[in-house]
């Protein structure tokens, strides 16, 4: 009678201790917090206005600037359409050959030719394919973010030799960066191509030219909030 009682307690015991044990045992129980940070900033169906100065990167004899404008919808946080205007000719102000263009001039004893774009306006889709956030100062967490984009613009081009006015539609793709500072302004780095085809002096077909500009502006978001 003895032996069956200390069974008896034994069994009691040992299913007494079995819960703890469980419990006890590492990886049953997860203890990590997950803290999900809110996107910085919210494009989608907000405007984007913004303004930019740039010149032209890849013409080594004449010196072009660009002023632009540029009107953005955001269809959604990826996608967003766009129309832009670009004036390039500033006359005797601003531009015109450089000492390359004389050096080459005097040394050939000609006259070199270059496309100069006037003017341009078009629209275009754009897709943003990268975003992230920086610490400014050690103190702000910003967002920024980059895209690509294609369209087709009306351009109004001549040359240096060649001053008649040509209007023609042709393609453009862009590279856009822009780095917020709040939920509305943000600075916008951009290089932009224009591929047309160029009226030159001494040539029996026109020349696909591309125009490549670089550019930096700043952007205003509108609403200011989302």
Known sequence: AIAGGGSVIFVLVLLLCLPVQAASQPGDVDETIHVI????????????????????????????????????????????????????????????????????????????DSALINWVGGMELGYTFAAGKYVLFNEAINYYDWSVSAGGVYLDSESILVPENRRTPVGT???????????????????????????????????????????????????TTF
């Not at 984007?48 to 009107?71: I, S, V």
């Not at 290089?191 to 591309?210: G, Q």
């Open 37 to 112: 940070q809110r996107k910085p900033v919210l494009q989608k169906q907000r405007f984007e206005l913004n303004a930019q100065f740039g010149t032209r990167l890849n013409d080594p004899l004449y010196r072009h600037f660009r002023l632009a404008g540029h009107l953005n919808y955001h269809l959604t946080e990826a996608f967003y359409i766009g129309a832009f205007g670009d004036v390039m000719n500033f006359g005797a102000t601003a531009g015109g050959p450089n000492h390359a263009f004389r050096e080459t001039q005097e040394e050939t004893n000609a006259v070199p």
């Open 173 to 223: 793709v862009a590279l856009t960066g822009r780095i917020f500072f709040s939920d509305a302004i943000a600075m916008n780095i951009e290089v932009r191509d224009y591929i047309f085809k160029a009226r030159l002096k001494n040539t029996t077909t026109d020349p696909l030219t591309n125009a490549i500009y670089g550019g930096i502006g700043l952007s205003l978001y509108l609403p």
